[in-house]
T-cell receptor, first 114, second 117 residues
Framework: QQQVKQSPQSLIVQKGGISIINCAYE??????FPWYQQFPGKGPALLIA???DVSEKKEGRFTISFNKSAKQFSLHIMDSQPGDSATYFC?????????????WGAGTKLIIKP | DTEVTQTPKHLVMGMTNKKSLKCEQH?????MYWYKQKAKKPPELMFV???????INESVPSRFSPECPNSSLLNLHLHALQPEDSALYLC????????????????FGEGSWLTVV
């Protein structure tokens, strides 16, 4: 299955709270999982990424948790700030022949309320 | 430096016009991509160039014509577009050929907003 399912579609969090976005996949051939952050009018920017042999990766306030057996991964934003308000896409990098392709989640619009 | 530069940032064109979008990267990446993104949707892959050769064409209409003059440049030539082609067009690049999937993270430019009138 060439799908990545992302939830929720939208999320409102108070400033200082924890934002959590979840993704699930079926294809065990996916072997790299990046998260992209996209502000209105801008291109997606790589935020953080994880390989499936790692259960957690943390960069500043952003953490990816990865559960290989459940084929699920999630993004946690600690101490969420209004500047984190953006659309977040999870993705899976898939290699087919000699080409790498991104399989995208549907996106989550995150709003951080001051 | 993970910069992919796209020009123009905004383009308005009529349905009979011919225009081009340009993309440049100086990271030594050997794979370059064109994506199309509609509002509130993830990017959709259009074309992939690998080592300056077209390796993926996702059944894109012929009114979109990609060109890769060298390893740093990627163009998208536009002709006889339809209003429904109005979207954000994203260029991206990735290292390729470095042996690991994680070495092939895909980096995006800021995009070119295209409006077809």
């Amino acid at each position: 299955q060439q799908q990545v399912k992302q939830s929720p579609q939208s999320l409102i969090v108070q400033k200082g709270g924890i934002s959590i976005i979840n993704c699930a996949y079926e294809n065990t051939a996916f072997d790299y999982f990046p998260w992209y952050q996209q502000f209105p009018g801008k291109g997606p920017a790589l935020l953080i990424a994880i390989r499936p042999d790692v259960s957690e990766k943390k960069e500043g306030r952003f953490t990816i948790s990865f559960n290989k057996s459940a084929k699920q991964f999630s993004l946690h934003i600690m101490d969420s700030q209004p500047g984190d308000s953006a659309t977040y896409f999870c993705a899976a990098l898939h290699r087919e022949d000699s080409n790498y392709q991104l399989i995208w989640g549907a996106g989550t619009k995150l709003i951080i309320k001051p | 430096d993970t910069e992919v530069t796209q020009t123009p940032k905004h383009l308005v064109m009529g349905m009979t016009n011919k225009k081009s979008l340009k993309c440049e990267q100086h990271m030594g990446h050997r794979a370059m991509y064109w994506y199309k993104q509609k509002a509130k949707k993830p990017p959709e892959l259009m074309f992939v160039y690998s080592y300056e050769k077209l390796s993926i064409n996702e059944s894109v209409p012929s009114r979109f014509s990609p060109e890769c003059p060298n390893s740093s440049l990627l163009n998208l030539h536009l002709h006889a577009l339809q209003p429904e082609d109005s979207a954000l067009y994203l260029c991206a690049s990735s290292p390729r050929g470095q042996g690991t999937v994680s070495g092939n993270t895909i980096y995006f430019g800021e995009g070119s907003w295209l409006t077809v009138v």
